[in-house]
C-alpha cells in the first residue's frame, strides 16, 4: 500500500508538472493590464509568426532578427489604442492602409531591419496570417504522460502481486509437502 500511494503521488505531481504550460502567460508582452494582457494571449493565438516557423505568434521563440517582434509590437500597441478583436484580426489580413506608413503603431516595422514588412502592414498579410485551428496539444502530452505513469505503476503493482503470490505458494510447499509430492509423482511416472 505504501508503494501505491507514492507511485499515486508521483503520477499526480507529474500530471500537475506537465499541465503547468497549460496556464502560462505570454512572455512576448509589454503590456501589465490583465485584461490586456488576456486578449493579447487570445489574439497572438490566433495570429501566426510570418517567419516561417509556422507557430502561433504567441508560440514563436526566435530570438534577434524574426517577424514576429514586429507583429507582437503592433498587437501590443493596437491593444493598448483600444481597437477590437475583429479590427485587430481583420487589420492583419486584409491590412491597416496608410495608417501603417505613418502611425506609431507600426513604428518598429518601418526600422531598416524590418521594413519589408511594412508594405505587409500597410496591404495585409492575408489569409495565412490566420493560425490552424486551435489544438491544445500541451493538454494532449499531459495526459498521455498521466496515462503512461499510470501504466507504469499498474505494471509493477501487478508485479509485485504475482512476486507475493508466487512467494505465498512456494511457503505452501514446506519441506513434508514437497516431499510428499515429489513421491507422488515418482509414483505416477513408474
Known sequence: MKVLRVIGA?????AIF?????????????????TLLKRFDNLSRKLMCTC????????????GHCNAWPQRDALDKLLLSGASDEDILKGFQHGFGTIADKAETFAMARTPDYGYMQVQFKNGFGSQIMSAPQ????????FLGFVLSAGIAALFIRKKRKKTAVA???QL?????RAALLKKISAEET
Open 135 to 142: 489544438s491544445n496539444y500541451l493538454g494532449i502530452f499531459a
Open 18 to 34: 506537465m499541465a503547468l504550460p497549460l496556464f502560462a502567460q505570454s512572455a512576448h508582452s509589454r503590456l501589465t493590464d490583465p
Open 168 to 170: 505465498e505458494t512456494m
Open 10 to 14: 508521483f503520477a499526480a505531481a507529474l
Open 52 to 63: 516561417g516557423c509556422n507557430m502561433p505568434l504567441r508560440n514563436c521563440n526566435h530570438t
Open 173 to 177: 510447499l514446506d519441506d513434508e509437502h
